[in-house]
């Protein structure tokens, strides 16, 4: 990050293991914050998870040394394609005897057990954080679907498209690898380029254990606003794994009043006896504003016989009604979400093309790095950025020194915080537990700024 300038501030940043004078980024369109003794999401917990061992202990190297290090890495963030339809990191990871690695990460696991805080190896992950999988699925599209959801003539016609959308969060798994589990603080911020201005997206890891994360996206005309809470919640049974996503996704389109609250599917692991990776349960997408609704299932097109065959596994079914009068379908949703849906207004027979899987997520641009100075040192791909590099080199030493590195800076962090009694704050969000024990985010700011990072438009990537 070049335009890094070094200030002392009132205190320093002081841990057991490294002392370190505070760095104020005088570029930043959003600052760090690290003043005091809140390190972690600022220059001390970012330099404690990627410097070089020998700066961990006395004498502190200088301090335009400590700066210059710093500069080269908010540089090297590493950004990897998208899951899309077609090639990409699917067409990269295929190791040998993926199976059987597979099967031995669970041989001292029992059935029933949450894996929310179960540790792979770095072999077993995807280059980059669950942040960055979730910011994919807004802001790496080949349609502009969110846009549709706002321009939909009638309200029906706007739940229709708040389904097409919610079909396109869901991206093709990658059977064996996983994502990183963000570490608290952890931020994700990324713009689409376009005609209409494009939409800016902005996560962050609000709670580590257990883990929440918050998403707030708003485009450049005012006419939606996205806000997520989501919280996975991995258990083993034995022969599978089950990843249910606890919380609301809310969409708002500010122009006609209205707000959606859009649930998501489970992702289900087959390990036994046939290896495979779905998206599988119910779905519903609710407009109280509207009194409308809609009830999707993503199953298989028959049942399967002992885990052989079974038809597909890609099929998504459900209708649309309203809320007032649930036995009455408006409109019935067929079809498989990595290729067509279609939809079928009931009173005219009439049969239309609701999501085409091919053109919102057949091929999709990876994100780049447009103002680098503008990038944050808790930017998922900057914590991760070793870890990514080292696994795209297929490096296992190095991504697993790495990535233990980050664990147990965040580790040690946690327990510092829990020895003063401190409780940790989020920069960009409100945090709270409803009633019912499920967490609930808001943003601190009504809409989310241009991002360093920027998703290339179609015209431009081709």
Not at 2 to 18: D, F, N, V
Not at 156 to 183: E, M
Not at 264 to 284: E, F, H, Q, Y
Request: aromatic share 8%.
């Amino acid at each position: 990050m070049r335009g890094w300038r070094a200030e002392l501030l009132c205190s320093t940043i002081t841990t057991p293991s490294l002392q370190l004078e505070a760095l104020r980024p005088c570029t930043f369109p959003s600052p760090l914050a690290f003043s005091g003794t809140r390190a972690e999401t600022g220059a001390g917990a970012f330099l404690e998870r990627t410097a070089p061992a020998r700066w961990l202990q006395a004498p502190w190297p200088p301090l335009h040394h400590i700066v210059a290090f710093a500069e080269s890495q908010c540089e090297a963030a590493v950004l990897t394609p998208p899951l899309s339809l077609e090639g990409g990191l699917a067409a990269e990871l295929r190791p040998a005897n993926l199976v059987q690695r597979v099967l031995s990460l669970f041989r001292n696991v029992r059935p029933g057990s949450d894996l929310s805080h179960f540790q792979l190896p770095a072999t077993f992950n995807l280059p980059k954080s669950q942040l960055q999988l979730y910011g994919e699925g807004v802001y790496c599209a080949g349609e502009d679907l969110l846009g549709r959801c706002a321009r939909g003539a009638d309200s029906l016609k706007r739940l229709a498209a708040v389904v097409a959308w919610s079909i396109s969060t869901t991206r093709p798994p990658i059977f064996g690898f996983a994502p990183y589990n963000p570490v608290l603080g952890e931020t994700h911020h990324v713009s689409t380029s376009g005609s209409s201005g494009g939409l800016n997206v902005l996560l962050e890891q609000v709670s580590h254990h257990p883990p929440v994360t918050a998403l707030h996206a708003t485009d450049a005309r005012g006419e939606v606003r996205l806000v997520w809470c989501q919280s996975p919640a991995p258990r083993f049974h034995g022969a599978s794994v089950e990843a249910a996503v606890r919380g609301a996704r809310e969409l708002r389109l500010p122009r006609h009043g209205e707000t959606y609250v859009v649930g998501c599917p489970n992702l289900v692991i087959r390990l036994l006896p046939s290896p495979g990776v779905d998206w599988a349960g119910d779905v519903r997408v609710v407009c109280a504003q509207s009194g409308l609704e809609a009830q999707l299932s993503y199953c298989r097109t028959r049942r399967s016989f002992l885990g052989f065959g079974g038809g597909d596994a890609r099929c998504v079914r459900g209708r649309i009604f309203r809320s007032a009068a649930p036995e009455e379908t408006l409109c019935e949703v067929d079809g498989f979400w990595d290729r067509q849906v279609s939809i079928k207004d009931v009173a005219t027979g009439e049969v239309s093309v609701l999501y085409d899987a091919q053109l919102a997520i057949g091929d999709l641009a990876t994100p780049v790095v447009q103002d680098p100075k503008g990038v944050s040192a808790s930017e998922s791909a900057v914590v991760w950025g070793e870890v990514s590099e080292a696994i795209l080199k297929k490096d296992w030493e190095t991504a697993g020194q790495a990535k233990r590195r980050v664990e147990d800076t965040e580790r040690r962090l946690a327990k510092e915080r829990n020895d003063r009694g401190e409780v940790w704050t989020p920069k960009h969000f409100s945090l709270s537990q409803n009633k019912d024990g499920d967490w609930e985010c808001w943003p601190l700011e009504e809409t989310v700024p241009p991002a360093p990072i920027v998703v290339p438009s179609s015209s431009s990537s081709s």
